[in-house]
């Protein structure tokens, strides 16, 4: 009977929130979003129910995002969300509270690690250990972080972009650039509100983006229709958003994260910058997943990329493989925080 670290894993990103149990794996993969009633202000209900509520009834409803960044901006919203998760998971009758193993960015503040702590606490977990997204991505991209050698990993997700060097189970550098997919979406509303004169909700663009967005030339051209605001009249109006579009609106985006990349890669130790130059930097998280955002990061470094198997899951996935692992060699990157 392996002896575990944690009774649960959570990844609490900016846009999704992802809970793993030992046994079961994934048991939770849903919007990481609050809503509250418009008028009462009581909360309504959270995640995928959330959503469902907010699609029904927009006009009753107040969606919050707990998380801005990869950092608690809504301290309430965070602590409802994750007692709703823990309850659903290792609720009901006979409640006993669980141990939690929670992913965070990369070089959290003492603050911010504390606030991470105090809401899972307050939230009902009995204990609460931290591990930082690039070490739990690494795993669950199935590199062998155990290796000498040292290798690079990027989490493209909503909010922040995590990059870490890992050798012999630990994070050696890491820093993160608050650029992911959602300010990608606020790049396409910004192009669309100037150009088109259109206001686009959240929903209409991270659809559209997902249908038609291309980090780079070289792949086919599709386009999305658009349904938002006329900015002039207030009335419904609709558009074609073109790849071309899309790709005007994000490429600085995309350049921000790349300059992230270059400033961790000018800080390696010199010991081991050979191992970084041959090593195949590996890409995880949800954003990773845009057309041609492998090859163009893999461009501008002059560096070998692959994308992990379903990127987006690589942080819950190595979580949970922590929570069960008793290798020491392994588990000190739980307290790595
Ligand atoms: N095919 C795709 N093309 C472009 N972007 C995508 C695609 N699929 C998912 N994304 C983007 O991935 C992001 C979600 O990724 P992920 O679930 O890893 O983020 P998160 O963990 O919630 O956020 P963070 O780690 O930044 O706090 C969203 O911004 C979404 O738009
Ligand atoms: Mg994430």
């Known amino acids: 009977m392996p002896s575990y670290v944690a009774d649960i894993g959570i990844d609490f990103g900016s846009d999704n929130i992802r809970v793993y149990m030992p046994r079961k794996g994934v048991v939770i993969d849903e919007p990481s979003v609050v809503v509250f009633h418009r008028e009462t202000e009581l909360m309504l209900d959270v995640g995928d129910r959330g959503r469902e509520l907010l699609l029904a009834d927009p006009g009753s409803c107040i969606p919050v995002r707990p998380l801005i960044h990869g950092s608690?901006?809504?301290?309430?919203?965070?602590?409802?969300?994750?007692?709703?998760?823990?309850?659903?998971?290792?609720?009901?009758?006979?409640?006993?509270?669980?141990?939690?193993?929670?992913?965070?960015?990369?070089?959290?503040?003492?603050?911010?690690?504390?606030?991470w702590i105090t809401v899972a606490t307050e939230a009902g977990a009995r204990g609460v250990v931290l591990l930082e997204a690039p070490i739990a991505a690494a795993i669950g991209a199935e590199m062998d972080i155990l290796d000498a050698r040292a290798q690079m990993v990027i989490d493209v997700g909503a909010g922040v972009t995590d990059i870490g060097v890992v050798a012999v189970g630990e994070i050696v550098l890491s820093d993160r650039v608050n650029t992911g997919g959602?300010?990608?979406?606020?790049?396409?509303q910004k192009h669309v509100r100037s150009e088109v004169g259109l206001v686009l909700g959240d929903m209409a663009t991270e659809d559209a983006k997902i249908k038609v967005a291309v980090a780079r030339d070289g792949f086919e051209p599709r386009c999305a229709l658009v349904h938002g605001r006329d900015l002039k009249t207030g009335l419904p109006q609709q558009a074609i958003l073109t790849t071309e579009d899309v790709a005007g609106a994000i490429g600085g985006k995309i350049e921000e994260i790349v300059e992230g990349i270059r400033c961790v890669l000018r800080?390696?130790?010199?010991?081991?910058?050979?191992?970084?130059?041959?090593?195949?930097?590996?890409?995880t998280g949800g954003a990773s997943r845009m057309r041609g955002f492998s090859d163009i990061v893999s461009e501008r470094l002059g560096m070998p990329v692959r994308t992990a198997r379903d990127?987006?899951?690589?942080?819950?996935?190595?979580?949970?493989?922590?929570?069960?692992?008793?290798?020491?060699?392994?588990?000190k990157a739980i307290k790595s925080v």
């Open 267 to 283: 800080r390696v130790p010199v010991e081991l910058v050979m191992d970084i130059s041959n090593c195949r930097v590996v890409l």
């Open 182 to 188: 959602r300010s990608m979406n606020e790049a396409i």
């Open 311 to 331: 990127p987006e899951f690589c942080v819950i996935r190595g979580t949970g493989e922590l929570l069960s692992n008793a290798d020491p060699r392994m588990t």
């Open 72 to 115: 608690i901006r809504r301290y309430d919203a965070a602590l409802l969300l994750m007692k709703r998760i823990i309850w659903r998971v290792a609720g009901g009758r006979g409640f006993a509270k669980p141990r939690v193993a929670v992913a965070v960015p990369s070089c959290l503040s003492d603050v911010e690690a504390r606030a």
